[in-house]
């Protein structure tokens, strides 16, 4: 009881970007525990700079802690193309962070920004959080390195520095988060404590919209394929790609795919000589994302790497039937909820989609049945999964 009495009532200052962090700032901020946010810049619409990515609730943008600086440096170093770019930005970020070290019984700290808050707030006596959000630089590296040599490229991580940053982080800190079984293994991997290790999954505000959202009446002649995500190698776009070019060269006109997304250049080539049937629509905002998600028949999401793929999740909400990998970090059970297919494997992927598309009520039973499961998920919020998960931290720090 004591240790419960504790989490509900210890201070947290985090450190991290916008994305997970918004929605548990949210959260810490509404029982008056978020003391400090570090982060990149953060507006509620209004003021003279309001990047569109960097928004957030008005209460959040208060919150002490926001920096225009690594913004400004990040960009002039991505417009003059300088190497390692990230650098110009995350090591600001670090250095402000470790500047203004509030009074605070828990440092929750994600990406890269945070070792040197980490080091200086564990002489205060905090309890320190590293937020893994994506695989770390070996994992990725094992999971990539084949792929971009296909492609005649060699992988790397845009800053080996930052990388091993990232290590150095979850090495140093009491409790590591990961969103996904599949994260957190890779954790394991580059030898981080399995006790340390916590799952804390994701969550998308759009998932509460679409798991209640009425599917409409599908065309029984059409099996329609949806793809969202950043278009790109890491994300098995030349499996997607190849297969669907083989199933419409089969099946013609009764299957056909849409690509939601940004493309990154090294799809480039993919995306100019694109099949018959597969249209590319560039990015989409929520509310148009959200008639394809609940319009399309199967989602496919053949990523070689993945923390856990908020679209895979916005998928299974949708009750659309999902085709992806293991190393997506979803929580698809093969043949339950869902199919899971290897990785850089474009037969198999032919396959699975292939006995989907000649199987309909397979379709609807496996679109049901991922409704359900992210309908029973989302009755735990993101703060209150993360809340869990401090509990269990202090307890052992204790």
């Given at each position: 009881m004591h240790n419960r009495v504790l989490?509900?009532?210890?201070?947290?200052?985090m450190i991290g970007r916008n994305?997970?962090?918004?929605?548990?700032?949210?959260?810490l901020a509404h029982h008056n525990r978020l003391v400090r946010w570090?982060?990149?810049w953060r507006h509620d619409g209004s003021g003279f700079l309001t990047p569109p990515a960097r928004r957030v609730e008005p209460h959040l943008s208060t919150?002490?802690?926001?920096?225009?600086?690594?913004?400004?440096?990040?960009?002039l170093a991505q417009k003059l193309h300088l190497p390692a770019r990230n650098l110009y930005s995350d090591l600001p970020l670090s250095w402000l962070a470790l500047l203004h070290m509030p009074d605070a019984r828990i440092l929750h700290g994600q990406g890269n920004y945070s070792l040197p808050a980490m080091q200086a707030a564990r002489a205060h006596g905090m309890t320190?959080?590293?937020d893994v959000t994506g695989q770390l630089a070996p994992v990725r590296y094992r999971q990539l390195a084949d792929e971009y040599h296909h492609h005649g490229l060699r992988y790397r991580e845009i800053s080996n520095f930052l990388a091993r940053r990232r290590i150095a982080e979850a090495r140093?800190?009491?409790g590591v988060f990961a969103p996904s079984d599949v994260v957190a293994a890779g954790l394991e991997e580059c030898g981080i404590d399995p006790a340390r290790i916590h799952l804390v999954p994701f969550a998308s505000g759009l998932c509460s919209q679409l798991v209640k959202a009425e599917r409409p009446t599908q065309n029984p002649g059409i099996t329609r394929l949806l793809y969202v995500g950043n278009i790109s190698i890491a994300k098995g776009i030349r499996i997607l790609i190849e297969a669907f070019r083989a199933l419409r060269t089969r099946h013609g006109p009764s299957i056909t795919l849409d690509l939601i997304g940004a493309a990154q250049p090294c799809a480039f080539a993919y995306l100019s000589k694109l099949p018959q049937g597969c249209v590319w629509h560039g990015a989409m905002p929520q509310a148009k994302l959200a008639e394809h998600l609940l319009s399309d028949d199967i989602f496919v999401f053949p990523s070689l790497s993945e923390g856990s793929s908020l679209a895979v999740l916005e998928a299974m909400a949708a009750g659309c039937a999902v085709i992806t990998t293991p190393d997506a970090g979803s929580p698809i059970t093969h043949q339950k909820n869902g199919l899971l297919i290897r990785p850089r494997d474009s037969n198999a992927l032919i396959d699975a989609i292939q006995a989907l598309h000649a199987a309909p009520a397979r379709v609807q039973a496996l679109g049901v049945a991922a409704r359900d499961l992210i309908a029973t998920n989302i009755t735990m919020d993101y703060g209150t999964r993360s809340e869990a998960a401090y509990e269990r931290v202090l307890a052992h720090h204790a």
């Open positions: 989490v509900r009532d210890a201070p947290v200052w994305d997970q962090l918004r929605i548990l700032a949210a959260h570090d982060s990149f919150v002490p802690g926001r920096h225009l600086l690594p913004d400004i440096m990040g960009k320190i959080i590293s140093f800190a009491d």
